[in-house]
């Protein structure tokens, strides 16, 4: 069977890494891909994530077998939906479902209707409204953008001067673009964060190990915002106890509101959750797998991931008995030197000749030169993602094998797991 994965990261890599596995699988199309997918897929980079039309008219010219739509942004733009038009059998859903994403006011509401908690908020069309309710609001606060904003549409401010010019760059700035129309206020909630990747049919669910992502640039959780410089799993904080909560309050309750507004879910659902004093909340959900976080959830995965996903697609999931490993993962993010700011491109990467075993290199921000050079070609270069029976031995081997790659301006954050670790030794 042939695949396409239309994407071209690190969570593309990683798929396409774990689908290689099934010995049913004979070739795999990356739309576009990036230089170092090269090595485990046929990429086809003049095919864009979001050329919807022709990513429909390649699957169909070239006989595709199973597609999996990865980026949030096609998700959003109803790849999905064409694809199943044509007949092409498809992971991930639709666009009316991956509104869970692509609007926090979708998503918000969502969770207002059907009791699903989630932190007090409002939302606002009107700058000159914002500000008024703010002026009186407790800080900090947090203010998100409605739209898709490649992970970096929210803000923190600590006090009104803050906030007024988070008001002021979202919405009148457009920083986001379109994605700043509106925008969701909602109050700052405390407590440790988990990410929880789960596969679903629309009705049967199949949460994935936890995970622990680190967003800020800097060690210390110091800097801007990134799409993620880092991920352990399993997260120390998410204790049995706390999953079987969420399934009763969240994850089952969240299926249902789908179903009941006429948009059931398919796929990769990811919730981002707060585990508060008064119990957990989300914070949002993802119509997708995560970025980096399927870096280290895929790899514990022991089940084949394509049987998976094709029982979500025949709505047969609750026939599968999905293993995973008992230890943990370690990633850690090589990024551009600026990155999430100004960052050049095009630096030539060396790599060791091998790699320790339990190590594997998953690429994100790379491209391959006439001569093929592999050079970078975004902000997050590569993911160096290590295995082991505990995750201290995981973030030991993942940043040995870090420290032997080289770009320049190379940079990474050097506490990554370092809060998972203090939790499970205090």
């Known amino acids: 069977m042939d695949l396409m994965v239309v994407g071209g990261g690190g969570r593309e890599h990683a798929i396409i890494k774990k689908l290689k596995e099934n010995p049913e699988v004979e070739t ?26 022709a990513i429909v008219d390649f699957a169909k010219s070239h006989a595709v077998g199973f597609a999996v739509v990865a980026p949030d942004d096609p998700l959003a733009m109803g790849c999905v939906d ?16 991956a509104r869970i994403e692509s609007s926090k006011v979708f998503a918000k509401d969502l969770m207002r209707r059907h009791g699903i908690p989630t932190a ?6 009107d700058p000159a409204k914002a500000l008024a309710y703010l002026r009186d609001a407790s800080f900090p606060i947090v203010v998100k953008a409605d739209g ?15 906030a007024e010019e988070a008001v002021k760059s979202i919405m009148e700035d457009r920083v986001f673009g379109a994605s700043g129309k509106k925008i969701v206020v909602e109050e700052f909630l405390t407590g440790p964060e988990v990410s929880v990747l789960a596969f679903t049919d629309g009705t049967a669910i199949r949460p994935m190990v936890s995970s622990m992502d680190h967003k800020r640039a800097g060690d210390g959780d110091t800097g801007p915002n990134t799409g993620g410089m880092g991920t352990i799993a399993p997260n120390p904080c998410y204790t049995p106890a706390i999953a079987q909560v969420c399934m009763d309050t969240i994850f089952l309750p969240t299926l249902a509101a789908m179903r009941a507004e006429g948009c059931p879910f398919k796929g990769c659902l990811y919730f981002g959750l707060m585990l508060t004093p008064d119990g957990p909340k989300v914070i949002e959900y993802n119509c997708r797998f995560g970025d980096p976080e399927t870096q280290v959830v895929l790899p514990l995965l022991e089940t084949d991931l394509l049987t998976i996903m094709r029982a979500v697609e025949d709505e047969r999931l609750d026939e599968l008995d999905i293993r995973w490993s008992s230890g943990a993962a370690a990633c850690v993010i090589l990024a551009s030197g600026g990155y999430p700011l100004h960052y050049e491109k095009g630096k030539p990467i060396s790599f060791p000749a091998a790699l320790p075993e339990g190590v594997t290199l998953y690429h994100a921000g790379d491209a391959l030169t006439a001569d093929g050079t592999l050079v970078t070609s975004g902000g997050r270069v590569l993911g160096v993602t290590a295995t082991a029976a505990d995750l201290a031995s995981a973030l030991t081997a993942a940043y040995a094998a870090a420290d032997t790659i080289h770009f320049d301006g190379a940079s990474m954050r050097r506490d990554i797991g370092r809060r998972a670790l203090a939790l499970m030794e205090g």
């Open 82 to 97: 064409r694809l199943h038009e044509a007949g092409i059998p498809c992971f991930g859903p639709s666009a009316a479902a």
């Open 148 to 162: 898709l904003a490649l992970g970096k549409g929210v803000l923190i401010p600590q006090d009104f001067q803050e």
């Open 120 to 125: 007090r908020y409002e939302v606002f069309d």
């Open 28 to 53: 795999i199309y990356a739309l576009p891909g990036n230089g170092g997918i090269a090595a485990d897929a046929v990429c086809v980079p003049e095919i864009g994530a979001t050329d919807i039309g």
